[in-house]
């Protein structure tokens, strides 16, 4: 198994806390990942939201854990290279070269997996939206016994949205909008946002402390690919909104190591079909509820999602499973008296 990575991988990762499903914590855990070194494991069941307008209300939710990303990352790394059969190479910077070291492996009817996230590099066609939504976040460490409170806060913006959340010992703090924006602007729009949303901000440090990120791509963007298997954000990376991202792409690299033979492949992008319509159509109905949805930004993302949302193979239902290690599609994994 050939792995072609960037050498000091770990410069790119994203300086922030995430929020993943508790089950995702399981799937680690089973993949031989220690939580510990990435989490302060405490499950969230509700948060605090500002979305439709009016005051923020507590919303019940399905249990997540926060998980710094950095950590997590080099904790998933490391688990990678222990792998026996693993042979590392350096990944070239042009995207022909790249091309010339896979090319001969498709040829010899290998699998070749592009799991480059929002770079797609291998992708045929990549879609996005036309004016892309930025999250710029910030990362702020407690401080000797201090520590913060963790819970995951959002609020519309009339351009965006505004988010925290955090560990015990991290706290991240996210405006998203359709300006990539300096730095000097995003922290005047920072101190703006906390005038106007107190609750939002309470306990968060002032603006000179955190280290801040670059801004992301935070929109929903999609691709197509000939001749590799996309795994994760290269295929659909979903809108940040979601917070469904490593969730999603953990469960579908366990159906892309499933792939063996051009049956398969077929299984698979059509599950991947099925995931995308399964997201847009979700995502549309969450900015459909937003207070500011009238406002020019909203607008046309939303706009441009509903054009995007195809009809969905069969009814929306999921239509590929995994069965042990095997792809089949949902019929064929129902047992018989259910189909
Ligand atoms: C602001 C923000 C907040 C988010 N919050 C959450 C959240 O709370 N919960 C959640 O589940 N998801 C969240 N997400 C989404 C989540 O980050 C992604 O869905 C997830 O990282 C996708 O994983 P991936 O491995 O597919 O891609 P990535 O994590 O992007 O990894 C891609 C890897 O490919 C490497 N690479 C790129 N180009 C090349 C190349 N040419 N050659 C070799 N290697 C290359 C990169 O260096 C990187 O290591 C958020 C995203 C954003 C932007």
Known sequence: MLL??????????????????????????????????????????????????????????????HVERGALEAALFARVLRHPRLTLAPAPRSRAVLRSMVDPHVRRGGVVLDATG?????????????????ARTSLWRAQQSHSFEPGFRIATLADGYCYRL????????????????????????????????????????????????RAHVASVQWATHAGAIAVGDAGLARDALSSQGL???????????????????????????EQRGSHL??????????????????QSY???????????????????????RRLVTVADAMPLGHQ
């Open 166 to 213: 955090g560990t015990r010992d991290c706290l991240t703090l996210g405006i998203v909008t359709s300006e990539r924006g300096q730095h000097s602007r995003h922290a005047d729009r920072s101190d703006a946002c906390r005038v106007a949303l107190p609750w939002l901000y309470d306990g968060v440090p002032p603006w000179e402390a955190p280290s801040t990120d």
């Open 4 to 65: 072609i990575a960037r050498a000091g991988f770990a410069r790119n990762i994203p300086a922030r806390v995430d929020s993943v499903p508790v089950v995702t914590i399981a799937a680690l855990i089973e993949l031989g990942v220690d939580p510990r070194t990435f989490s302060d494991l405490r499950v969230h069941d509700s948060r605090l939201v500002s979305w439709s307008g009016g005051a923020p209300a507590t919303i019940a939710s399905p249990g997540t854990v």
């Open 302 to 324: 939303r706009t441009f999602i509903a054009r995007a949302i195809e009809a969905p193979p069969g009814n929306g239902e999921p239509v590929v499973a995994l069965r042990g």
């Open 281 to 298: 159509r979700s995502l549309h109905s969450m900015l459909s509820e937003s207070h500011h949805v009238t406002e020019t930004r909203w």
């Open 118 to 134: 929002r770079a797609s590099v291998l992708a045929a066609q990549r879609v996005t939206a036309p004016s892309p939504w930025y």
């Open 247 to 273: 969730a999603c792409t953990i469960s579908e690299a366990r159906y892309a190591v499933a792939v063996e033979s051009r049956g398969d492949a077929a299984l698979y992008e059509a599950r991947a079909q």
